[in-house]
């Protein structure tokens, strides 16, 4: 394969991750996954061997990535961490930041809660800072960052928290907009500053990230 990311493995996370209440019911959130697919596809297309770690979403897979599907933020962890080594990984995925304590084998009945009921959640592993701390981390780590407020504020806090390379920072309206849409505008921050990437169709967002990936990685390719 030719292309800036010939010969790079990438590692790619996307779309949303179910967190399971019973056998009928789930916490979930509105990420498409479209956003992940559409990098997975464009780091093919520039010559990488990607890997795409898929949450529950319809969409088919991009040419020339191989995909694993898995549902919960434990499943996604255990996928990402088994598709190691990796000289990349954009963690485009909305992982769930709580999980039910308990999953309850038969499904809860209303009568349980006549008075309303109450979950206790417990929190996830966090996959992407687990990673930048990892011995075996890839050399550039690139996180998302969904924000419905102080978008550039909270990006460049997870950066430095997560320990990470790039944050792309989205705006999510409260119809979830920046998750269902086919377009985006995403603000890519690094320890120098930022980058403003679109608006426009997330193939094309997606493309001007990964070629912002390549040149990080080789700033001057002969
Ligand atoms: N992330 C992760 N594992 C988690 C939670 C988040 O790998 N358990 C990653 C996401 O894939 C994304 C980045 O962390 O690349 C930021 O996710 P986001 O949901 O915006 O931030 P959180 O760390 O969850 O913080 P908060 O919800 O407080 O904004």
Redesign the pocket.
Request: charged residues 20%; proline residues 0%; glycine residues 6%.
């Given at each position: 394969m030719s292309g800036p990311l010939a010969g790079r493995r990438v590692i790619v996370?996307a779309g949303p991750?179910y967190e399971d209440l019973d056998p009928v019911r789930f916490l979930g959130n509105r990420s498409s996954g479209k956003m992940g697919f559409a990098v997975a596809a464009a780091a093919a297309q520039a010559g990488a061997d990607v890997q795409l770690v898929a949450g529950p979403v319809h969409l088919p897979t991009p040419d020339g990535v191989t995909r694993v599907d898995v549902r919960s933020?434990a499943q996604?962890?255990a996928a990402?961490f088994a598709a190691l080594p990796a000289d990349i990984y954009?963690?485009?995925?909305?992982?769930?930041?709580f999980t039910p304590a308990r999953v309850a084998t038969s499904k809860i009945k209303k009568r349980v809660g006549e008075a309303g009921l109450t979950l206790e959640l417990v929190?996830?592993?966090?996959?992407?800072?687990?990673?930048a701390a990892d011995p075996r981390r890839p050399r550039l780590m690139?996180?998302?960052?969904?924000?419905t407020d102080d978008v550039d504020d909270?990006a460049r806090h997870?950066l430095a928290?997560?320990r990470?390379d790039l944050?792309?920072a989205n705006r999510v309206g409260v119809a979830g907009s920046g998750f269902e849409g086919d377009d985006n505008l995403l603000v890519v921050h690094d320890a120098a500053g930022q980058h403003s990437l679109g608006p426009g169709p997330k193939t094309a967002v997606a493309a001007d990230l990964v070629a912002l990936i390549a040149h990080r990685l080789d700033p001057e390719p002969p």
């Open positions: 996370s991750t933020a996604m962890h990402v954009v963690g485009a995925a909305a992982v769930a930041d929190r996830t592993r966090d996959i992407l800072a687990e990673l690139v996180g998302f960052a969904a924000e909270n997870k928290a997560k990470v944050i792309a």
